[in-house]
């Protein structure tokens, strides 16, 4: 499995496209606010002749969906997410204009149509990866683990040294806590961190920081 990552939108969010030998592909949290952003995307999926099966989001926090109806759009699929999440995409507006973020009219917020919960598997080409529920920065907060090549997704769960706030009203830190520590930290040591927001980590890194 191949793995690319953009930095997209204002924050940045860590977007990627992730595929194998049979060039079938995966999206993850499409950040993608300015219109220059989806066109990078865009072309990168062109020129490397990929073909996009599936949408995922690890959580649907504004800043990890913005590109979501574009992919959708784009690629006919339509995304995957934990419906705990929900209340963020209804009141995605609102909650942009606390951060003092102006509601762009090309960024219209969508239900995931597809739900997933924890032990769920999803798959494309020759991969497969398994779904875990680890809630605190947002309720619905996933993780995409694919055991097979030691590597896991994990949105605002963990970045490299830190973990995602848990100061919303829907936060955890408790939660948050609980299943970094008995969900991630329990992979092996080499297992590769791909977060939602900064550079790649570890497990074994990772493990001096709780």
Sequence with gaps: MQVKCFEFNFLPVNTYVIWDETKEA???DPGCFYPGETETLASF?????????????????????????FVEETYGVKAYANDLDMPWIHTMASRMAVF???????VNPIEPDHILHEGDTVSFGNTTLHVLHIPGHSPGSLVFWNKEQQCVFTGDVIFQGSYGRTDFPDGNHEALMTGIRTKLLTMPDETIVYSGHGPVTTIKHERNYY
């Design 100 to 106: 003092g973020i102006h509601y762009e009219g090309h």
């Design 45 to 69: 999926i062109r020129d490397n002749g990929l073909t996009v099966k599936l949408l995922l989001n690890t959580h649907l926090h504004f800043d990890h969906v913005f590109g979501n109806l």
């Design 26 to 28: 995966a999206v993850i």
